[in-house]
């Protein structure tokens, strides 16, 4: 049963301190999503990946967000310094996207999600 | 821009049926359609392409007016299970995994 996994499921931290949250996602998918979850916002999307290349991080607060993917079984999401207004919970989705304009998976699959509180 | 759900919340008994809608005001190919309990991560329930079918398994299924850009999810003889948040997301584009757009939610609640 091919499912996405996400590292840390809780995190409570003060502000100030860096936070890095990890995702490994289904073995042979190449597309990548990070997404942040609030009462407030929804859903947003932070970054997106291609075969570990960043498509679209314009989501992202650029000054203390970033969006890596060291290999194509690790994507990483690091917040430094961390303000309370992150606190929320971060889901990494991913999915198959083919060459040309159709195939694939078509949809994406959501992690388990880190819940983030920042004191 | 953000899809538009509606209704923002409906609360039904077991057995009854409820529509969700999902309304854009692009051009859309596509209409993703997820399921989230309370402190879980949203799970797929169905996609739908422009051109394609109507799509449904079990009492759950969905529609596509691609004309209006809007999608309807119906839920049939509902059951306690299916209480949770829906979302749709929709994308503008074919190709796999592209970015969607998530509407707000509708949050169905089914009592016993």
């Known amino acids: 049963d091919a499912r996405v996994t996400q590292t840390p499921r809780h995190k409570v931290t003060e502000m100030g301190q860096e936070v890095t949250m990890r995702c490994q996602p289904i073995?042979?998918?190449?597309?990548v999503f990070w997404y942040r979850q609030t009462m407030m916002q929804g859903l947003e999307l932070l970054a997106y990946?291609?075969?570990?290349?960043?498509?679209?991080d314009s989501g992202m607060p650029k000054d203390r967000f970033s969006a890596e993917m060291p290999d194509a079984t690790l994507a990483t999401l690091k917040i430094q310094p961390s303000e309370p207004r992150d606190s929320a919970v971060y889901f990494c989705a991913s999915g198959l996207s083919l060459s040309g304009t159709s195939g694939g998976t078509e949809t994406q699959y959501f992690g388990p999600g880190t819940r983030l509180l920042v004191l | 821009q953000q899809p538009v759900q509606s209704p923002q919340a409906v609360i039904l008994r077991e057995g009854e049926d409820a529509v969700i809608n999902c309304s854009s005001s692009?051009?859309?190919?596509?209409v993703h359609w997820y399921r989230q309990k309370h402190g879980e991560a949203p799970v797929f329930l169905m996609i739908l392409l422009k051109g394609g079918e109507q799509k449904g398994h079990d009492k759950i299924s969905a529609s596509f007016n691609e004309k209006k850009q809007q999608s309807s999810l119906y839920l049939t003889a509902s059951q306690l299970s299916y209480s949770g948040t829906y979302f749709c997301g929709t994308g503008t584009l074919p190709g796999s995994a592209r970015q969607l757009t998530f509407g707000s939610g509708t949050q169905l609640t089914v009592l016993p």
């Open positions: 073995l042979g998918h190449n597309t």
């Open positions: 692009k051009a859309l190919y596509s």
């Open positions: 990946f291609r075969n570990r290349a960043p498509l679209d």
